[in-house]
C-alpha cells in the first residue's frame, strides 16, 4: 500500500467527520440563535466544509494542486469531447435516479424547488459552478489521484463510490457513484481535471436550467392550472407513482440509457484515438499490480456514511 493511499483513506474520514460535526454544530448554533438559514447559505457552508479539509491535506501534504490535481489544458477537440461523453453520461444517469426512486427519497428536488426563488445565475452558481470546482479538486483531483498511485480502474471505482458516499442519502449515492466513476475515467482519458470538472459543471447546470425553465413555465401557467411549481411538483411525483406509469417511465429510461451507453463508448474511442491512450488504457483496465487500498480509517468513514443514509431514509 502507497503512502498516498493511507493519506487518501485517513483524509476521507477526517472529511466526513469534519462536514458531519460542522453541519450540526452550524445547525444548533443557527437554532439557538432562532435564525432560518437561508438555501444559499446552505449549499455554500456545504461546500467550504468539503473544500477545507482538502486544503488542509494539500498544505500537510506539502502538495502542488496545479499538478498534483492536474489542472492541465485542454485542446479543443478534448473540450468538443468532453461535452459529448457529457450528455451521453446523463441518459444513463437519469436510469440509475429512476431506479433509486423507487425505494430511496429525492432529497435533492426539494433543495432545487426551494432555489428557484433565486436568480437563475445564483442558481448556476451555488449548485453548478461552485460543485464542479470543489467536488473534483477533492475526488478527483485528491482522492483517485492519490487512489491511482497504486490501481488502475480500481481508483476510479472506489473514489466513485466515496463520491457518492459524500452526499449522505442513498439516491443521490447511486447515481452520484455512477458520475464519480465516469468522471475519473474521463480524467484518466484526457489528463486533465477539466475535464470532470466540464462534465460536473454541465450535468448539474442541466438539471438547474431545466428546473429554473420548467418553474418560469409552470408560474406562468398558475392562473390556467390553480398550481404554483411546489405543488405541480408534488403532483407529478403523485402521478409518477402509478404503476402504469413507472413502466412506461422505466421503459423510457432503459432505451435512453442503452443508447447514452453506445455513445459513451464512441466517446470513449474517440478520447483513446485522439490522445493515443491505447496502451495506457489497456494497462488501465487490467494493471499489473493491484495495491491493497482498504485501510481501517476507510472502513469507519464508510461505515459512518452508510448509517447515516439509513438514518435519513428512516
Known amino acids: 500500500m502507497t503512502k498516498e493511499i493511507k493519506g487518501a483513506n485517513r483524509g ?10 460542522g453541519s450540526i454544530l452550524i445547525s444548533y448554533l443557527f437554532d439557538v440563535a432562532s435564525i432560518d438559514m437561508p438555501v444559499w447559505a446552505q449549499l455554500l457552508l456545504s461546500q467550504a466544509m468539503v473544500f477545507i479539509p482538502g486544503v488542509v491535506y494539500m498544505l500537510i501534504a506539502k502538495k502542488n494542486p496545479i499538478e498534483h490535481c492536474r489542472y492541465k489544458k485542454m485542446g479543443i477537440i478534448n473540450v468538443l469531447l468532453t461535452i459529448a461523453y457529457t450528455a451521453c453520461c446523463m441518459p444513463i444517469v ?9 425505494f430511496a427519497t429525492n432529497e435533492i428536488q426539494e433543495v432545487s424547488v426551494s432555489f ?17 470546482f470543489v467536488e473534483e479538486f ?23 463510490i466515496l463520491f457518492g458516499m459524500l452526499h449522505l442519502n442513498i439516491n443521490q449515492f447511486m447515481y452520484a457513484t455512477v458520475l464519480g466513476i465516469l468522471f475519473a475515467i474521463l480524467v484518466e482519458l484526457t489528463g486533465s481535471i477539466f475535464a470532470s470538472s466540464l462534465a460536473h459543471f454541465l450535468v448539474n447546470g442541466f438539471s438547474v436550467t431545466l428546473t ?3 418553474s418560469v413555465v409552470i408560474d406562468m401557467m398558475s392562473g390556467e392550472t390553480g398550481m404554483n411549481f411546489e405543488e405541480y411538483m408534488q403532483k407529478s411525483q403523485e402521478m409518477a407513482a402509478e404503476p402504469s406509469t413507472v413502466v412506461i417511465q422505466g421503459v423510457m429510461f432503459f432505451g435512453m ?19 493515443k491512450k491505447a496502451e495506457d488504457m489497456k494497462t488501465y483496465f487490467k494493471p499489473e499490480q493491484k495495491a491493497k487500498m482498504i485501510t481501517p480509517s476507510l472502513v469507519i468513514a464508510m461505515l459512518i456514511c452508510v448509517a447515516y443514509m439509513i438514518w435519513a431514509e428512516i
Open 12 to 21: 476521507f474520514l477526517a472529511l466526513i467527520l469534519f462536514y458531519l460535526l
Open 94 to 102: 437519469w436510469f440509475v435516479n429512476f431506479i433509486s426512486m423507487l
Open 116 to 132: 428557484t426563488e433565486y436568480p437563475f445565475i445564483v442558481q448556476l452558481i451555488f449548485m453548478a459552478c461552485m460543485p464542479a
Open 138 to 160: 477533492i475526488f478527483r483531483g485528491i482522492l483517485y489521484r492519490n487512489y491511482r498511485s497504486g490501481a488502475g480502474f480500481g481508483a476510479a471505482i472506489l473514489s466513485g
Open 212 to 214: 429554473y425553465v420548467l
Open 257 to 275: 440509457a442503452i443508447a447514452g451507453a453506445v455513445g459513451l463508448f464512441l466517446c470513449y474511442l474517440g478520447f483513446k484515438k485522439y490522445n
